[in-house]
């Protein structure tokens, strides 16, 4: 899993989850955020925090997250939920202020900045979700030893070094754990995603 992160631009001065609802209130849809466009998972996170928090904000699709990232950084866009792996290094850097997590627990990478639930929005996760598949006729029996084998590798000390460097956390499930999460979350962002108004292409089963 690789979560996302709450961050804003250093231009902008809030210092708390807490200071950006309060300002997104008295300012209604005036605080910019940026993601690659709709559907995208940044977009849907937003999404997700408007919902929790009543807040509004305006929101500004780019072509690329590097592009976005640029004017994060020098101030022409206020905030967005970034991917920790590719934010981590600005926000060490001044260059970008992360305000909360989108996990439910901190980050040995940033262990002062707090979760989105410490910070005051309950319920609130929005992960980048790496996940094996198989065909779906695929024997139970390979399936379950597939698992075994990847769970094996996952658990290795090295692979969990290499993996944090990526701020990408070391995660494994049963097949099922994964079906049942994988239904959780179909769920959560296609009522989101029905809410802005998304026009879903295909369904997921």
Known sequence: MSPY???????????????????????????????????????????????????EFNHIP???????????????????????GTSLE???EGKLRALALATDKRSEDLPDVPTMAEAGVADF?????????????TPAEIVTRVNREIVEIMAEPDVKRALAGQAIIAAS??????RDRMRKEVELWRGLA???GLVAQAEWT
């Open 5 to 55: 992160v709450l961050v804003v631009s250093p231009t902008l001065a809030v210092k708390t989850v807490a200071d950006v609802i309060a300002l997104a209130k008295a300012k209604p849809k005036t605080l910019s955020y940026s993601s690659v466009g709709q559907a995208s998972q940044a977009y849907l996170a937003m999404e997700l925090f408007s919902a929790k928090t009543g807040a």
């Open 90 to 92: 600005l926000i060490r």
């Open 62 to 84: 780019y072509k690329s997250s590097t592009h976005a990232v640029i004017d994060l950084v020098e101030g022409r866009i206020d905030m967005q939920f970034g991917i920790l």
């Open 173 to 178: 499930s049963t097949p099922d754990q994964l």
């Open 194 to 196: 029905v809410k802005a």
């Open 125 to 137: 996760e929005a992960s980048l979700l790496f996940a094996v598949m198989m065909p779906p006729k």
